[in-house]
Every structure is written in structure tokens, then in C-alpha cells.
């Protein structure tokens, strides 16, 4: 939770940065911080918090189980840092994410929903 509560307001002002930066790449942090404070209040930075947490217990469990259980079908140790224990770490990651992308994109809908139809 902790985790969430520091990266959901980060994550939304990195989506704004993206979208803005396409029309003026000289825009800073700081000025897309206060536009969206002035204009939508602290609320913004915190809009996708439910869905970001929801989504992230879920990949989670989902990464460390396939992780271990990658490792233990391919006889992976703990202390082996081979090509198979990194390969059985991406794979988890690339599985993990199947079931919670759909989650990742509304989170991204709601950070960026005020620039859909309007200028941030």
C-alpha cells in the first residue's frame, strides 16, 4: 500500500508529461503539477489509487508464484545467477502482466480522462 500511495500520484503526472510533451517538450514537471492541482484539486494525483492497488496485489502473488515455480521446473537455485534464473524472472513478469493489463490501462484512462477531450 505504501508502494501505491507514493507511485499512483507519480504515475499520473509521468501520463501527463507523455501527452504534453508531444505538443511542447519544454514543459517541466513542476508546471504540470500545479495545472493539474489548480484545475482538478489533489483528488487527480490519487484518481487511480483503487484500481492501481487492485491491480498490483494480483501481479504480485501472480509474479512470485511463477517465479518460484519457473525456477523449481528448470532446477534453479537460489544462489544460481545464470541466464535461466534471470529468464525465469521475465517470464513470471511477462505471465503476470497477461491477467492484469486490462486493470493497467483503465488505471491509465483515469489519470489522463481531463486530457482526452481538452488541453490539460
Do not use: W
Amino acid at each position: 500500500m505504501f508502494h501505491d500511495l507514493i507511485m499512483t500520484p507519480t504515475e499520473a503526472l509521468k501520463q501527463r508529461m507523455q501527452l504534453l510533451r508531444s505538443s511542447n517538450a519544454k514543459i517541466s514537471i513542476g508546471e504540470v503539477f500545479r495545472t493539474v492541482y489548480r484545475q482538478e484539486g489533489f483528488a487527480a494525483f490519487y484518481r487511480s489509487f483503487p484500481v492501481n492497488y487492485a491491480m498490483n496485489i494480483p501481479f504480485g502473488s501472480f509474479i512470485i508464484v511463477l517465479n518460484e515455480k519457473l525456477k523449481y521446473y528448470f532446477g534453479v537455485k537460489e544462489d544460481d545467477q545464470s541466464l535461466n534464473y534471470y529468464l525465469c524472472g521475465a517470464a513470471a513478469g511477462g505471465i503476470a502482466s497477461i491477467p492484469t493489463t486490462p486493470l493497467d490501462v483503465i488505471k491509465t484512462k483515469l489519470n489522463i480522462q481531463n486530457c482526452m477531450n481538452q488541453k490539460c
